[in-house]
């Protein structure tokens, strides 16, 4: 009995470890102690004892190790400052829904265009990006593809004050333009909001401003300033200015904020994409669902969010949830992907149209 005791003990932390999700171990450990006690009592012979005890364990650890296998490592360029936007992956990564499906996360907080290049050379698997770096860098030959829409809609708008009598796109005409620079999401989305409407970058006077458009906007620098819809519009709000807020989505369907692989990633071990968005989409539905608890378990990620103001950082938060909710969720829309080329090949970042079904799929998207 002793070594019954000692086997025991030691293949339980063998297989909690390496075979065994949370849930399915305390299922299969009481499992486990239910049939060695049965068969213990009706055959009370040691060795055949000890054999049960044996193929029990040995059968579940089978039967899990499609889904639980020993945990991948997985560094993911978030291309922005840790924020509150990210709740939906810090609440899969607090609620154990990457260590699930084999998933050990590390966030990274380095710059979009890392991110671009480390996955495109199989170097890191996965990243988030803004749209537009896709058929870019599929342009240049980098095989990325967009495999799950974070955000429905291409979250970049134009800010005035209410008191400037800016009305309408072309009133902007003549008018300065604070944007953190000639690149990025901003940039795109401003050259895609005066495309259609009819307006050239000549008309307004650029102002390349670094990301201190709230700074330099309450400063009276700039006419009018270019942002992310759920940052700085919420937070010029709580100051108290009555804004005039021209979001690029409503005049443009561009392809927004979402998650890349690579080409070889896809092909050859297609069961860890699935498994990141599914994970990834827990998340996210968990955060619409729970804004709140979404909140808190932030606050464990984000360095400062405890002592910031929280009612302005629970305002962001919600106006991210609405960009979330793609229906369903994760799914890219081919529109979108057409509007977005078509954007880049007049600003000139592309210099010939790609196949856009090689750039986005929804094969994962459940």
């Known amino acids: ?21 949370h849930r399915i171990f305390v299922f299969l450990v009481l499992l486990t102690l239910t049939l060695t006690a049965f068969f213990r009592r009706y055959f009370m012979k040691h060795r055949i004892f000890v054999f049960l005890v044996l193929l029990t364990l040995t059968l579940t650890a089978c039967g899990e190790a499609p889904s639980s296998a020993e945990q991948t490592h ?17 609440v899969a990564f607090d609620k154990g829904y990457f260590e699930e499906v084999g998933i050990d996360l590390e966030f990274d907080y380095s710059f979009e265009t890392d991110g671009v290049a480390l996955v495109g050379t199989n170097d890191l698997q996965f990243a988030i990006v803004s749209g537009e770096q896709v058929p870019i860098a599929r342009a240049e030959g980098i095989p990325i593809v967009y495999i799950m829409a974070w955000y429905k809609d291409y979250p970049v708008a134009i800010v005035t ?17 604070g944007l953190p620079g000639l690149f990025g999401a901003n940039y795109v989305g401003l050259r895609a909001f005066l495309q259609v409407n009819g307006l050239e970058e000549s008309d307004l006077v650029l102002d390349s401003i670094g990301f201190n458009q709230v700074e330099l906007f309450a400063a009276g620098k700039e006419d009018a300033v270019v942002g992310y ?29 979402g998650l890349i692989t690579n080409q070889t990633t896809l092909e050859e071990n297609p069961e860890l994409v699935e498994a990141m968005i599914q994970a990834t989409l827990r998340g996210i539905k968990y955060t619409v ?4 608890e979404a909140y808190e378990i932030s606050k464990k990620y984000v360095e400062g969010l405890a002592d910031a103001d929280e009612d302005i ?13 793609t229906d369903p969720y994760g799914y890219s ?13 007049n600003m000139g970042l592309m210099k010939d149209p790609i196949d856009l079904n090689t750039a986005y799929t929804n094969e994962f998207i459940k």
């Open 161 to 177: 004050d209410k008191t400037q009598g800016i009305e309408s796109p072309q009133d902007l005409a003549g008018k300065t333009v």
């Open 333 to 345: 829309v081919a529109n979108a992907w057409e509007n977005m080329q078509n954007v880049l090949l």
């Open 289 to 292: 669902e729970n804004p709140d």
């Open 313 to 325: 950082q629970k305002e962001v938060l919600a106006a991210s949830i609405s960009l979330y909710q």
């Open 1 to 21: 009995m002793r070594f019954i005791v000692t086997f025991y003990s030691s293949h339980y932390i063998f297989f909690r470890r390496y075979f065994m999700k």
């Open 74 to 90: 997985i560094r993911l360029p978030m291309a922005y400052i840790p924020n509150v936007q990210f709740a939906p992956f810090y």
């Open 229 to 257: 819809i759920a940052n700085e519009p919420v937070q010029l709000q709580a100051r108290g200015y009555d804004l005039n807020v021209f979001a690029i989505s409503d005049y443009v369907d561009l392809v927004s904020n």
